[in-house]
């Protein structure tokens, strides 16, 4: 998608200039995942115009295959987004009516090809609720997938303003069949299936992490994923956040330390963490640093403007070790 | 709609920011007039977010009512442009499916209400353009208008994109039953309706003005115009433009000077040619006054960065009364 | 007032590029109330050239009706403002020696033409320190005010460069005779009238609030204002500030939850409360919903660029309900 | 002065931009001498306040001594520059009532201070059209220099919004008394002094280069002036001028080439000619190389952004010597 | 290398923003030959850090093959780059001591690896001028390009600062043994072999297009090369220059059209005349098809921001073809 | 040296826009004096090209002498800067191989002249890193600056990447020598001279105040200091820190208030500190004065965009007398 957004804290109705720049859930994945050292590609949908070959640009600027973007009729996605601060929120006003993704047909991709020496599959749940034919596509991306032994992972990513919650629980609870690794941001789990922590309110800053693990088990128990990782916000302000991580995998659960995010730009921060997440179980990293690699990433993705989480990994295994105190590095 | 538009020279895919203004034919007529010190209200169908609203509050701020604008389901209208020079020709990338406006129907507008207190109704053919319904809604505007005694105004602006030759042969040749004044840039003629001016090659920049009384004459024969305007580009490049204007009324024939324009920014270099036509029949200017008007209007515009035309009636009679020395005002 | 600020945190004297915005005590209260739908109408007297014009632009974008502003000789008003960070105060020079409004006659304003229809007159103690003239316009129109039944509110806002306490204590004791609201910050009554709240000292980040509790009753005992209004700032660094507000009637007293605001942009924010305190009694809240509603509003303010307060009632009241934990909004 | 200046060709009231440069006649020769490695002095009075101070830190970037600068009331002079293009003039709006300078007293300066070890004084016409008391200032000024036996040069610069022809003729004489070489443009002399070039059409793009001669001798006659000049300026468009020099001496008279300028910022082109006179004369060129170096340094200094000319000697005289293909250098 | 330079016509000394973007001849003929569709690969050494990395980026942003870019110890080759205009000459100040790729060592580069699958290998002088060590990588390449049976073009591109005439001569001799496909502006094969061009004085904007034919034929004479390119500036000022080519082969001489062009960035023009002459071949085009389209591609360059040509086969086939107007595209 | 730093938060990869400043340690110190009020001169060897003119340039503009400053080959200094914030540190990439400094000969500079009409003489640990000759050319500098009577300042300033410790030790041992005051960070002194501070862990955020005295007094037993000075930063994230300041002096040692700074622009604060510290010395304040004048200066610094520290006595005065709510100042 395209990215609008006031430079600073402006707000939309007052500036003449915005800040232009590529993101979506998928695409954030596989450029974190290419600027870890991992061979990444994405695939979609664009139009034949030269936005659509900005975004397409974007991708392989940072190294990211598009190989398997195909292009076509319709939109590109678009979405404004003020940066709030203090109190204010930040507000993000979706235009992705019509788009060329929307458009898709499941003659658009051919999976086979494309998971030809693939060896991860990851899905986010705003694809599926962009209509039915991508829920279709996504099951064919799955099917496929499984076909040719990949790991497959899904974030939930409930977003509201897409489907309703009975919607999202159907067509997930169906995609979930195919996914080894779910990730979830602190609501995803209650608001995609009903399944809710205890002692929680996310509106009042209350995170009650023990409560998770019960959403993992009760998670693993319905879809018998492999693994289920939470990220898991407070936010004070849309200034200061909490940030930690939670990863729950075969019977065991290890949560990673919490910490205190100052915020340049906070979208793309749960994408972030599911990169982080997949690079640590590629790498081989134990559990505990799986957890702790992944809520570090995207830890310092709050200070990254844009939705590209554009850190190395020694910056982000610096960060996972401790060393949070800024010091500057000359 | 929303422009979006790289600074300077740049492509689309070169840079990070966009220039962020707002326009579309009737919005700059209506801009451009309320400049001029005429009372201008401007009618449409907008979405109900900060980005439709900043369009609303860019038209407030030039002074343009907008209390007859309706909001409702549907986008914003965005387009990209890119600004060309010497041999480079600027491109439009139109984004405007499934806009507000393209879902508008006939009763969000209430014709009556509207031109109370009104005596002139101004459209362009990009309206009709965008639909059935918009056709129909345009037709709802012109009876309106002719039942309560306004002048009408059309702007024919011919769009390839959005209709073919004949849609837009049977649309207009419908609504310029009702119009009053007909207002064409040099090639509008040929497009819609067939009418060729002999001598005339657009592409080659050559125009033979004396050709375009014909075509007036033939404008006329059909559907009784009172008057028939002519906007004339020489294009030399995309930075150097010879521009002139045509006004044939009763029988009779006026041509401007040639002014040779710089081009900072030529989109809506036509609107603003409409609007100095408008302003100059009310402000009781006589023929050759009024396309000389005009065209000084239109020939400042091009040197007006944005849609709009931001320039006084004193500047643009300054032009028109062949001041083009650009000598420094202390 | 034009507004020449260096971008970020530079200082004037560092950068060749300045954000020009315009505000301006009663200017900023016309704008907020447009924003929360309340037809506002700004009265001043401008300079005749196309910085003068953009002053009218600015306050029209916002929808403030701009009809009653006169234009003449005199300068335009500037304010340079350099934004301070943590330690480092924010730093006005004010330019406004020999302005328009500075110039302005008595008959200028025909007060009885621009109260039709009226229902709220609100002026700020800036206006009658700018000159005798001003004093007796600012009679005038209290007067005229008071004739056709609006409700008079005022804001002390004493500015220690513009006159001295005792200039300013003789003509607002004046004026305050036709007040019925008065508005001040934590420092106002003290400067003005010399009404000091007891165990609290601004410069040292220390505020009583139950000590303006007797301030207001004094305010009451002398001038019989029907509301006497305080924002309280507790100002932890140009970064950090506190924020409250308490609004004493009928001598009841009720205060605001105190605010913690991460400065973006703190000019105004006295304003802001005026507006969001006029709107609320405009729209018939309780004393409590009030002062609440006009202390979020003014909270927020801090997080908004420019002088004026660019927020909309649903966003004030969701932080008057109590949700400042600035997630986003998606 | 303080320029303020919208980006590119936007006018003043689409931007909230501004660039913030500093000018002013003298100070513009000043700097321009400076870059001409001749030490250069400049003497004015400033407010006390950041921005003030930002003038002074622009002249001494640029190596001009401001020691004798002193600093006291009033304002800052400011003025707004909108940049045409093509038809469009560019728009100066002269902001300077009240400023610092012209509160100046005589007792300000102390000129024979300021001349010790001084060779030459400049002053422009603008500087008496301040007031009464800069008349007497610049007499001061001038008496000074001559008992101290600099040269003075005068550059006329007759500015229509600050005082009268007449009242110009009136102090402009008197001064001229002491002045050695007088520096007009093109309409100066029939300004302030009622000497017309014949043939010669301003507003028309028509100069008679050989009536200036005539021109030159009648201001001999009257001033016994030791060098006459004149910069000639046909304006085609606001974008593109032709630009010569005429230097007049002891009955001789010298034309420079003439030429074709393209406009980047034209403001300040009439004191980068006085810079470049000042610098050939004290450098000991002949008549010719001196007005070619003065006509050669003004030409380029309508490619340099702002009111100073910041070019080298050595980039003067590559063009000087007939250079203007303007090939790239490596 | 990085270039950095500042914003529209400002100086190096006037601004504290420089636009970073990245070029040099071999990358530039890369990326244009990339947008041009065809598979390119970049051959380089870069440091290991940010500002490295980041020219990685921008190749791979516009599609071209960097996994042969070795990174080791060094610098970032730099040049500082001021725009001029009109009589202005645009600036180049290059800051390449002590660069990575001046530090490249023959093992550096596998050049047998490097050339698999490839059919066409390009150099510009420019490299063999930064040092004996890339001389003698340059030789190594060709030779391996000559066994691996891959064309081999050369761009002369003489760089007076990098080397003198004679070393210029010894070195390329040698390699131009090498070579197929030899590129030259106006002035290469006179400054390295000596070879002028009668009638024509490159200074004086006068260009003798016939004497280039015997220019090409004594080339060909010395290095049997199969074609030799020239493109002919005709400098008039650094804002409007006139544009040709001339492509001789075989005994026959084809010239292009000549273009006017306006100047928006003029760095790079030459490279993108050797990727139209590369891409035409690779395509097939006949030979004035050829260079025709090499001339047009590069005349579009001029209009181009940045060293990179960012035009499309469909742009660059339009201006061959002729259409100059500039009109809109919408 | 040329400081090229991306705007905001952003990283190097992601923009297309630096800004451009100017700085390095002693320069920053003699900016930092001059704002002070103090004749400071810096002197160092820089290139022959705008951008080394540039940077005398923007030492002129505050006011620093420049006449002692050398031209000649090699390069000018860059490095470029990402600022950090929260977790996320601010890291320096350095650019200074083949600099015209680190080609500096001893006879570069004649001592004796420089320090005519001097009082003091300070240097940084900086410049001696740069290579022998600067080792040599420090020692000629010292020795004159010592026959001359100048007190002697030294910021250790140790730099990892550009010595080893032990060549730091033993080049800054014999330069200590000379050296009457000796200025420290909280690392400086364990990695120059191994002489930690007890209780204290840099990257833990822990510093052990108390065991500063200790290290004092080592260092002056070594060196037989007058005065040992420390800056002490308690780094708890790139955007808050917390900074004190020390000063032992003949057996006694003061302790300023510890400022909690947010931070806009860390960079340079070191050698604001040092400028405080001189400043303090010179206008004989007492030893308390002395630390709070300078550990508020440079705490200020840290709100000031760039190397430079652009604050007044009077701003730093407020600050150290306790002023830090930040309160706007109209």
Partial sequence: MLRLSP?????????????????????????????????????????R??????????LQRYAVCTRHCVTGEGRMGIYFLEKGIGERS?????DRNDTAIQQAARDDFDWDAIFQDATWFHFSGITP??????????????????????????????????????????????LCQYVDICICNEEDAKNVFG????????????????????VAQELVRRFNFQKVAFSLRTSHSASD????????????????KTHHVR??????AGDSF??????????????????????????????????????????????AAGSSSGRIQR
Same sequence: chains 1, 2, 3, 4, 5, 6.
């Fill in 274 to 319: 599911a990169a982080g997440l997949i690079y640590s179980i590629i790498a081989g990293k134990n559990q505990q640093e799986t957890i702790d690699f992944a809520t570090a990433a995207s830890a310092l993705k709050h200070t990254i403007e844009g939705d590209f989480n554009l850190v190395s990994v020694n910056e982000v295994e610096r960060i």
């Fill in 195 to 214: 399944i809710a922590a205890s002692g929680t309110s996310v509106e009042d800053a209350q995170i009650n992490k023990a409560a998770y693990v019960e």
């Fill in 90 to 94: 930040s507000v993000c006003i979706y």
């Fill in 7 to 47: 430079p600073g804290f402006y707000r939309l109705g007052q500036t003449g200039q915005l800040d232009a720049t590529y993101g979506g859930s998928e695409a954030n994945v596989a450029v974190s995942l290419a600027n870890f050292g991992i061979e990444s590609s994405f695939v979609t949908r664009l139009p």
């Fill in 263 to 268: 915020i340049a730009d906070r979208v793309g």
């Fill in 241 to 256: 956040n909490d940030w930690a991580g939670l990863l729950y995998s075969k019977g065991h659960c290890c949560i990673s």
């Fill in 49 to 58: 115009h030269a936005v659509g070959h900005a975004a397409v640009q974007n």
């Fill in 129 to 174: 609720a962009l209509g039915k034919n991508l829920q279709q596509i996504c099951q064919d991306a799955c099917a496929a997938a499984k076909k040719a032994g990949l790991l497959i992972s899904c974030d939930l990513n409930y977003r509201a303003k897409l489907w309703s919650r009975q919607e999202a629980c159907e067509a997930l609870t169906q």
